[in-house]
């Protein structure tokens, strides 16, 4: 595996190293979690899901799910932590030198899983104390409302992945957006994304509004979200959003400038429909 590794990673700039190597890790890590059940009571969402299922243009950092047990899962108990200890044993039989740091907060697992000298492997970095890590989240309680589909993906490996929808992931997308205090770029830039690549999409609503009312926000954005959004674009401080946003993205040339994106985000009232 770490061979393979070298073949996929080993070009390009420290970036785009870090990118791929990483993104190698993630789908490994993927296969191992199928390998293992999990997609029995997990469905994959987020950045990630976005990139590899629908050729979202940008690079993730994590690998996000939600607790969504399918049908044949019903009579089994799902254990976090023991899956976490199964994707640890497996990771160091395929030769990766890893440690994991698990945290559980009330309803959300996590897993830190840290690639010893796979930055110098690479070639990213010189420095031998240096590693990659890849965190895998799991919201145990998330709103209501989603669908879920299965889609086999094809990349370094070919996994049958159970995720949210792409009107579900966008309801996802939107509510990070409306709900986090703060401000993230590459949730902008995937907006545009959407409102660019995947015109006509709309949101699923349902699981918006749930997952609004879950954090404490009004419901009513949901039905308003154009506006919302269009609203919160005339305060963003761009040049802080594209620094955000651009190590992670495929293409070097996206974003062009900051304020292309706010002419394309500030129309939302007019895209996707």
């Known amino acids: 595996m770490r061979d393979h590794l070298l073949q996929v990673a080993c070009r390009g700039t420290a970036d785009e190293r870090r990118n791929l190597a990483r993104e190698y890790l993630q ?5 191992l979690l199928h390998e293992a059940g999990a997609f029995l009571h997990l469905a994959f969402i987020g950045g990630a899901a976005l990139r590899l299922l629908f050729l979202l243009p940008r690079f993730s950092e994590d690998l996000d799910f939600s607790y969504a047990p399918a049908r044949e899962s019903s009579e089994r108990v799902f254990d976090p932590g023991k ?8 990771l160091e039989k395929a030769g990766y030198d890893i440690s994991m740091r698990v945290r559980m907060e009330r309803s959300v697992a996590n897993a830190f899983v840290r690639f010893e000298g796979i930055p110098r492997l690479v070639g990213f970095s010189a420095d031998p104390r240096l590693a990659l890590t890849v965190k895998v989240e799991i919201d145990g309680n998330p709103p209501e ?3 879920v589909e299965t889609t086999l993906v094809q990349r370094f490996f070919p996994i049958a992945l159970r995720h949210h929808d792409l009107p579900s992931l966008l309801a996802g997308k939107l509510h990070a957006l409306l709900a986090r205090p703060f401000t993230k770029g590459r949730d902008w830039f995937d907006l545009v994304w959407y409102l660019t690549e995947k015109r006509g999409i709309e949101p699923n609503l349902r699981l918006l509004r749930s997952a609004l009312r879950q954090t404490g926000h009004p419901e009513g954005w949901a039905d308003a979200w154009r506006y919302e959004l269009r609203s919160r674009v005339t305060t963003l401080d761009w040049a802080s959003v594209e620094r955000d946003a651009r190590p992670f993205l495929q293409r070097s040339e996206d974003p062009e400038k900051g304020r292309g994106w706010a002419r394309k985000v500030g129309d939302v009232a007019n895209l996707g429909k």
């Open 145 to 147: 409302g989603a669908s």
């Open 27 to 31: 789908v490994y890590v993927l296969r």
């Open 83 to 90: 899956l976490f200890r199964t994707l640890k044993v497996a």
